[in-house]
Nanobody, 122 residues
Framework: QVQLVESGGGSVQAGGSLRLSCLVSGYGHSMRAWFRQAPGKQREGVAS????????TYADSVKGRFTISQDNANNTVYLQMNSVKPEDTAMYYC?????????????????WGQGTQVTVSS
């Protein structure tokens, strides 16, 4: 059974930092990604990382501020969020089970976690 469990969300002031973690179990190496969804908005891709970590992709809105990384030995993917802004407020989800296509497209992933809430205050 594939399980993805996110943690690390919370409330932070603008300009601060948060580090999200996602423990993946029951599934082997695959592209892993972070998505987010704010109330009333569509789910959007934030960052993705290839199985060997050689390729990362970021949404323009987070380039230079967020960093995706992974620890394959512990089946964990991370999202380091720096210089956060109020517009980063959303539920953040990790995903795996990549089926091909654009790695920031939610339709490209089969497995999802339950999400962790990030709230950024101004």
């Amino acid at each position: 059974q594939v399980q993805l469990v996110e943690s690390g969300g919370g409330s932070v002031q603008a300009g601060g930092s948060l580090r999200l973690s996602c423990l993946v179990s029951g599934y082997g190496h695959s592209m892993r990604a972070w998505f987010r969804q704010a109330p009333g908005k569509q789910r959007e891709g934030v960052a993705s990382i290839s199985p060997n970590g050689a390729r990362t992709t970021y949404a323009d809105s987070v380039k230079g501020r967020f960093t995706i990384s992974q620890d394959n030995a512990n089946n964990t993917v991370y999202l380091q969020m720096n210089s956060v802004k109020p517009e980063d407020t959303a539920m953040y989800y990790c995903a795996t089970g990549f089926t091909g296509g654009w790695p920031l497209n939610s339709l490209s992933f089969n497995y999802w976690g339950q999400g962790t809430q990030v709230t950024v205050s101004s």
